[in-house]
C-alpha cells in the first residue's frame, strides 16, 4: 500500500509536532471513551460491565458494528494474554490498539510535477470550505494554489469559491452555472501550469471543486470520472491526488458514502470535517480500517485556521 503511495509518510516533522500542538488545544473532538475507563487512576478492575461500557461507548460514537466487535475481541485477548486486570493497563493496551487500526497519511508532493487535488464528496459536507483551508494552509507554506471551481452546477458553490479566492488573495478559474465541470478541469489546468511556466521557481498547485448531488450518483460518479479523465490528458506534467471529503457528524451514512467514492474512483485519502460539532468522531475507526484510506486532514470549525493534518496520536490520546 504504502509503496503505491509514496506521499504518505509517518515521519514527524517539527512542523507536525506544532500542528499537533495547535490541534490539542482546540479540542476538536470529544473524549468519547472516558466514561469507560473512569477509575483508572484508583486501579479500578477491568468487569464484564466495563466491556459493555466500552462497546456501547463505541457504538455511540459511530465506530461500527464491525470495528467495536474487532477491536473488544482484540482486547480481550491482549489482556487475557498479558494477564492484565486493571483498567490503567488496559487503557495502555487499547490506546495501542485503536492507533494500530488508524492509518495516518499526508501529502507528499514529487519535486517535478504540479499537484492537482481534487476535491470530492456529496453536497454540505464541507468540500468548498476544506478547498480554502488547505489553500490558506498549503499557502503558510509557500504554495501558491489555483483555486478550480468544479462544482458548476450550483451557482452558490462558484460564488463561495470566489469568496475565499478573493480573501486569500489566490487566482480562480470559474464557469458560469450549468458549465461542463471537465471544460473546467482543462481551463484550470491550463492555467496552473502556465503560471507554472512564469513561476518557475514557486510550489504551484491547482485545487479543484467538484460537485456533489447525491440524487443521482451514477451520473455524478460519471461527471467525477470525466472530469478525472480530462486531468489524465496533462498527467506526464502533473500528479492528481483524489481527497474525499467526509463529514463526521453523518456517522454511519459518511462510511457507506466513502465506500461508493472510493469504489468508483479510487479515493487516495480523507478529510475529515466538522469534528467540532456534536458528532464523536470514531467513523474514522471503520473508514480507516475497513477502506484502507489514510486520514490527512482534519477540519474543527467554519474559520480557516480550523484545519490540521490528521495526528493519530493527538486523535487516539484525547478520546480518553
Ligand atoms: P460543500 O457543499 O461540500 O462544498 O460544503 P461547504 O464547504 O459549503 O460546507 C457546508 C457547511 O458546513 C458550511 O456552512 C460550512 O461553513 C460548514 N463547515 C464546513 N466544515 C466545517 C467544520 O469543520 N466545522 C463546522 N462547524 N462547520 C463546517
Not at 509536532?17 to 473532538?29: F, I, T, Y
Not at 470529544?30 to 477509575?39: V, Y
Not at 450550483?154 to 489566490?170: H, V, Y
Not at 480530462?230 to 457528524?249: N, S, Y
Amino acid at each position: 500500500m504504502r509503496a503505491a503511495f509514496p506521499w504518505f509518510s509517518k515521519k514527524k516533522t517539527k512542523q507536525s509536532a506544532e500542528d499537533s500542538e495547535q490541534r490539542s488545544a482546540n479540542k476538536p473532538w470529544k473524549a468519547f471513551l472516558r466514561g469507560a475507563f473512569s477509575g483508572v487512576e484508583k486501579s479500578a478492575r477491568v468487569d464484564e460491565a466495563f466491556f459493555t461500557e466500552l462497546e456501547e461507548s463505541l457504538l455511540a460514537s459511530d465506530a461500527g458494528l464491525k470495528f467495536s466487535a474487532l477491536f473488544l475481541a482484540g482486547l480481550r485477548e491482549e489482556l487475557r494474554q498479558k494477564k492484565i486486570l486493571d483498567k490503567k493497563h488496559a487503557a495502555i493496551i487499547s490506546k495501542d490498539l485503536l492507533k494500530s487500526w488508524l492509518r495516518q497519511g499526508s501529502l507528499e508532493f514529487s519535486k517535478t510535477k504540479v499537484p492537482v487535488i481534487f476535491f470530492i464528496g456529496v453536497n454540505g459536507v464541507g468540500k468548498t470550505s476544506s478547498l480554502a483551508k488547505l489553500a490558506a494552509y498549503l499557502k503558510a507554506k509557500g504554495f501558491y494554489s489555483m483555486l478550480g471551481a468544479g462544482d458548476t452546477f450550483r451557482a452558490a458553490a462558484s460564488e463561495q469559491l470566489s469568496f475565499w479566492a478573493k480573501r486569500l488573495g489566490l487566482p480562480i478559474v470559474k464557469k458560469p452555472q450549468g458549465s461542463d465541470s471537465a471544460a473546467l478541469v482543462y481551463d484550470t489546468l491550463e492555467s496552473t501550469l502556465a503560471i507554472k511556466d512564469k513561476k518557475s521557481e514557486e510550489a504551484v498547485i491547482a485545487l479543484i471543486d467538484s460537485s456533489g448531488r447525491l440524487q443521482n450518483k451514477v451520473a455524478l460518479m460519471e461527471e467525477l470520472k470525466k472530469m478525472l479523465g480530462v486531468a489524465k490528458k496533462f498527467e506526464e506534467r502533473t500528479e492528481v491526488f483524489k481527497i474525499l471529503v467526509v463529514d463526521a457528524t453523518l456517522g454511519q451514512n459518511s462510511f457507506e458514502q466513502a465506500k461508493v467514492f472510493h469504489e468508483n474512483l479510487g479515493i487516495d485519502g480523507i478529510i475529515l470535517t466538522k469534528t467540532d460539532s456534536s458528532s464523536c468522531g470514531g467513523i474514522v475507526f471503520a473508514i480507516s480500517h475497513e477502506l484502507k484510506l489514510p486520514l490527512l486532514y482534519i477540519s474543527f470549525g467554519e474559520s480557516l485556521e480550523n484545519f490540521s493534518p490528521f495526528d493519530v496520536d493527538s486523535f487516539v490520546e484525547a478520546l480518553f
